[in-house]
């Protein structure tokens, strides 16, 4: 290999590398983000639920959901994740449940019920309070709940599907309790975020959707 392919290629990796660096960094100061005001909607994000029972991950994110709601935050709650193998309801049907039986008329809960990823449920989410949106003139304000490392993703997803998003992460998650975890979650972040955009861009030159697909 020639001089100037090594350079070349050295150079490329130190961009690459830089970029990664920025993307941790730039995780890391979404996740301490928490703003303040009211919104027309809020988006959980899904996590794991047992046999209709939320994880701890989940009940954590729908409990600080029912704080944003009790504080007349939002007046609508979306809630987003769909079945993995061997579910017998979905995550957002799961957090219905929860929601509902806290004091949530069901009337004002939307489900996401068929996304697996961060992606779908977000393309999910937004076609539903687009769809039931109170005015055409505005983008719809939305406070995204999920567990901090998450916060950055979101944002640009929500952004990208015509929202325009307010961000309230849950401190309490067994995920942000356990420091090597949560490290773990931000390092599996700066992967998972330069991919959706990436993926949503492939999706946008192709003329294709993120639209989840429904469990056959």
Same mark, same amino acid.
């Given at each position: 290999?020639? %001089?100037?392919?090594? @350079? /070349?290629?050295?150079?490329?990796?130190?961009? =690459? *590398?830089?970029?990664?660096?920025?993307?941790?960094? $730039?995780?890391?100061?979404?996740?301490m983000r928490d703003d303040t005001g009211s919104a027309d909607a809020i988006i959980v994000m899904g996590a794991a639920q047992y046999s209709g029972r939320p994880s701890p991950v989940l009940r954590a994110r729908l409990d600080h959901a029912l704080?944003?709601?009790?504080?007349?935050?939002a007046t609508r709650i979306v809630l987003?994740?769909?079945?993995?193998?061997?579910?017998?309801?979905?995550?957002?049907?799961?957090?219905? %449940?929860?929601?509902? @039986? /806290?004091?949530?008329?069901?009337?004002?809960? =939307? *489900?996401?019920?068929?996304?697996?990823?961060?992606? $779908?449920?977000?393309?999910?989410?937004?076609?539903?309070?687009?769809?039931?949106?109170?005015s055409v003139t505005r983008r719809p304000r939305v406070l995204l709940v999920s567990d901090p490392f998450h916060m950055l993703r979101l944002d640009i997803l929500a952004r990208l599907h015509g929202l325009?998003?307010?961000?309230?992460?849950?401190?309490?998650?067994?995920?942000?309790?356990?420091?090597?975890?949560?490290?773990?979650?931000?390092?599996?972040?700066?992967?998972?975020?330069?991919?959706?955009v990436a993926v949503l861009l492939w999706l946008h030159l192709t003329g294709h959707s993120a639209e989840p697909v429904a469990d056959g």
């Open positions: 290999m020639s %001089r100037a392919i090594t @350079r /070349r290629v050295a150079r490329a990796l130190a961009i =690459l *590398l830089s970029g990664w660096i920025l993307c941790l960094v $730039a995780i890391v100061a979404w996740s704080d944003l709601w009790r504080d007349a935050r987003t994740g769909g079945r993995h193998v061997g579910d017998l309801i979905s995550e957002a049907e799961a957090g219905r %449940r929860y929601v509902v @039986r /806290r004091g949530v008329p069901t009337q004002q809960v =939307l *489900l996401e019920a068929f996304g697996r990823t961060s992606l $779908a449920s977000m393309h999910g989410a937004a076609s539903l309070i687009l769809t039931h949106r109170d325009s998003p307010m961000l309230s992460p849950t401190r309490t998650s067994p995920i942000s309790a356990n420091r090597s975890v949560a490290t773990e979650y931000i390092l599996r972040e700066s992967i998972a975020l330069p991919t959706d």
